[in-house]
């Protein structure tokens, strides 16, 4: 397993901001996040023009890219130029939200196919996050999302198992369906804070992971509308920190 950081981590700045403060920070993967809603880089943006985002990102840095993750819905035809992107950067991990809650189970299903057709043809694994207010925040739900759409991958955030409506529901079914992680630290109230002072329990997180054998990465995502006072670089520290003694 390899330890990584999210763009979303510094999202109030620019993405070029971004990249700069996880260099510092000592990281040297990066997960590219997008938001429509957001100034720090929209999908949009990468759609456009996959070449000249190529160019922007290797002027801008050289961490590794590990992944591609999206917090809105993308049509069939933006996502081909999307994955025509991750294939010239070498990513193979897109994440994109399921839909919420109230969706048809059936209408989610055709959805996910479509994706997955395409970002299958490019040799990309595509997951959907496990968050509140979406179909995966039952973790019940979020495994038969997968089951129903062969090849498809959950990206889990223990953090909405942990501080959500299924906080005492184990969701330890949902490991053998998980492609990637997404890792702060949580309470049962508090969807976010200080490192150490949550119960995210990163020893068993790691040890189930083997179990499936999983090799990819765990990803650092901070979320920056809730580090209120927070330093902000000290608690990236102190999660790669933990991370990499983990996985060591």
């Known amino acids: 397993m390899f330890v990584a950081a999210s763009s979303r981590c510094f999202s109030d700045e620019t993405f070029e901001v971004s990249c700069e403060r996880l260099t510092d920070l000592e990281f040297d993967k990066i997960e590219i996040w997008m938001n429509e809603e957001s100034d720090h880089l929209k999908p949009s943006e990468?759609?456009?023009?996959?070449?000249?985002?190529?160019?922007?990102?290797?002027?801008?840095t050289r961490l590794t890219p590990i992944a591609f993750c999206l917090e809105?819905?993308?049509?069939?035809?933006?996502?081909?130029?999307?994955c025509k992107a991750a294939k010239m950067l070498r990513i193979a991990q897109i994440t994109i939200p399921a839909s919420p809650l109230g969706t048809p189970f059936n209408t989610e299903i055709d959805r996910?196919?479509?994706?997955?057709?395409?970002?299958?043809?490019?040799?990309?694994?595509?997951?959907?996050?496990t968050k509140?207010?979406?179909?995966?925040?039952?973790?019940?739900?979020?495994?038969?999302?997968?089951?129903?759409?062969?090849?498809?991958?959950?990206t889990l955030d223990p953090s909405y198992y942990t501080c959500g409506p299924y906080s005492t529901t184990?969701?330890?079914?949902v490991f053998p369906y998980v492609c990637h992680i997404h890792l702060r630290d949580s309470?049962?109230?508090?969807?976010?804070?200080?490192v150490g002072l949550g119960e995210?329990?990163?020893?068993?997180?790691?040890?189930?992971?083997?179990r499936q054998e999983y090799h990819q990465f765990l990803s650092v995502e901070l979320l920056p509308e809730l580090m209120k006072d927070a330093d902000r670089a000290l608690e990236l520290r102190k999660l790669r920190m933990l991370l990499e003694s983990v996985v060591i």
């Open 200 to 210: 995210i329990d990163y020893s068993r997180l790691i040890s189930l992971l083997e």
């Open 132 to 154: 509140t207010g979406q179909l995966t925040e039952d973790p019940r739900t979020a495994t038969e999302l997968c089951q129903s759409v062969k090849g498809l991958g959950l």
């Open 46 to 60: 990468v759609v456009a023009s996959p070449e000249d985002f190529y160019s922007r990102f290797r002027e801008a």
């Open 187 to 194: 309470t049962t109230d508090q969807l976010q804070v200080p």
């Open 170 to 173: 184990s969701y330890d079914l």
């Open 72 to 82: 809105n819905d993308i049509t069939p035809d933006a996502f081909k130029s999307l």
């Open 112 to 129: 996910l196919k479509a994706l997955l057709e395409i970002a299958s043809r490019d040799g990309i694994r595509l997951s959907i996050k």
